[in-house]
């Protein structure tokens, strides 16, 4: 890829990696190295991490059944 083409994927890692759910800081500053930052956000990504979506729900106790 060269010219604008470049460009607009570079700024698109950027913006996917600043917006994505688990996107910190540190991750967004990957995203701005040039030419392999895109491969590592992803390699990050891939790393296993427990969001709040994927914990398991707290039963709640149920009263007596009637």
Do not use: N
Request: aromatic share 4%; hydrophobic share 40%.
């Amino acid at each position: 890829m060269t010219g604008p083409v470049h460009g607009c994927s570079y700024l698109f890692v950027i913006l996917a990696t600043a917006r994505h759910a688990q996107g910190t800081g540190r991750l967004t500053a990957l995203a701005l190295i040039p030419g392999v930052g895109g491969l590592l956000v992803l390699r990050r990504l891939a790393r296993v991490r427990p969001s709040t979506a994927e914990r398991p729900l707290r039963s709640v106790p149920q009263g007596p059944e009637r």
